[in-house]
Structure formats: C-alpha cells, structure tokens
C-alpha cells in the first residue's frame, strides 16, 4: 500500500478523468473539524484506507459521513466507512485568563507655591502574586500641564513593566468637546529596539473623576500593543 498515485473518478461529469491523493487529502482536511487527513491506496489505486486527524468536538460518525459524503460530491467517489479511520485530538486546556491592571489610585496634589502639582498613579495587577507598580510626575499647575503629568505618571508606572528596550512615550493629551460631551484624548508612540515608532491613540468619555478619565485614556492607548511587549506573564491592560 502507499499514498501516492491517482484514482479514476466515476462522476460522469469528470469522465476520463483522475485525481490524485494529494488533492483528495486537500479535500478533506477542508472539511469542518478536520486537522489533517492521509489516505492509502493500492497498486491499482483503490483506496485501501483514510486516517483522519479531527478536533474533539466533532462526532467521529459525522466525520466519516463528511468524508463519504464529500468524495461522492467532489469526484464520484464511493468509499467503505469502514476505511474511514478518525482520531480525535482533545481541545487544549484553555490559556489561563490575561492579567489585568487595574487603576488602584490616583491623585494629584499641589505644592506650597501653589504653582506646580505631583502626580502620582498607582496600577494593580489582579493575579495570584498581587502587586501595584508606581509613576509619578510633576508639571505646571494649570488644567492642561496637570494633565500631562497625569499621563506621563501612568506611562512611567507602565514602562517598568515592558522588555528590554521598549517604552511608552507621551505624545499628547487633549480633551475634546463632541456635542456636550468631553473625550479625554491620549497619543502615545511605542519605541522598540529597533527605533522603530509605533503612533497609539485612546479617548474615553469624561466621567467623574477626572484624573482618572486621563490614565483610562492613556491605558486605552496602549492595551492593544502592551501584552505583547510586556515582562512575562503579559499582562492585558484594561481601564476599570
């Protein structure tokens, strides 16, 4: 017995015709829960046996029917089910749940002159080993500079968390007024250690807290790169 030669098909539509195991393989393994197929067919090129690797959610019996069902269909093809052989591989324990961050506290504070603010952002991870990672940051006391340092605390708390050689970099916080609405705007650029720089952008509505809205926003920028740039376990930045 071997796998490779052609088979003559039987459709009267194909007549004169012949199909090799390749393409037969290539069918099958395009049918709904299959993952691999191999057939065996003999010096004459009957078919002598097809193994089929398929998911385990699918019922073996409706494996075979789909095999049988589609030869017939494709080529003319009538095959034995009982030369239909179906493995079943069972489903991967499901990935363990991303970590989160989660924003554990924010504050902003004014010094004695009056004239300058400290930012300081706490974000927590929720997994077994708990911890919280800091950034702070100072800027000018006016609504614009307070927050920037807002931004650039999260960012600072975030980048202890990254590989070698990656970082956030703040591009721009604005707010935007849609209707009677405020947008809180982050732009962030993500370098990497091929100098490379990649521009992310996140916006949540202003909602209570302002201080807060500013670091969702900043996390909003930069959840959907920072899992693959993170220390392991990649953690998956969410604002809560």
Do not use: C
């Not at 996390?219 to 790169?225: G, H, P, Q, S, V």
Request: a neutral charge; zero cysteines.
């Amino acid at each position: 017995m071997k796998r490779s030669g052609v088979l003559p098909v039987s459709d009267s539509r194909h007549k004169n015709e012949v199909v090799s195991v390749q393409e037969i393989e290539g069918l099958l393994e395009r049918l709904p829960g299959v993952l691999g197929a191999r057939m065996v067919v003999n010096d004459w090129g009957a078919i002598e046996e097809i193994h089929v690797l398929a998911v385990a959610e699918r019922n073996p019996k409706q494996v075979v029917r789909d095999v049988e069902s589609s030869l017939a269909a494709r080529w003319g093809i009538s095959v034995d089910h009982k030369k239909v052989s179906v493995a079943q591989l069972k489903a991967e324990r499901s990935a363990p749940q991303p970590v989160r961050l989660k924003i554990m506290h924010v504050s902003l504070t004014t010094d004695a002159s009056n004239e300058r603010v400290e930012a300081k952002v706490v974000l927590g991870k929720t997994a077994d080993e708990h911890f919280t990672q800091e950034g702070v940051a100072s800027g000018g006391n006016s609504a614009a500079e307070s927050r920037r340092a807002l931004a650039q605390a999260t960012l600072q708390a975030v980048n202890q968390l990254l590989q070698a050689n990656y970082t956030f970099a703040l591009d721009e916080i604005a707010v935007l007024t849609v209707g009677q609405r405020e947008i809180i705007l982050a732009v962030v650029s993500l370098l990497t250690p091929r100098n490379n720089e990649e521009t992310l952008v996140g916006a949540v509505l202003q909602k209570g807290d302002s201080s807060a809205s500013v670091v969702k926003a900043v996390l909003d920028a930069i959840n959907r790169r920072f899992g693959k740039v993170a220390l392991y376990p990649k953690p998956n930045v969410q604002s809560d």
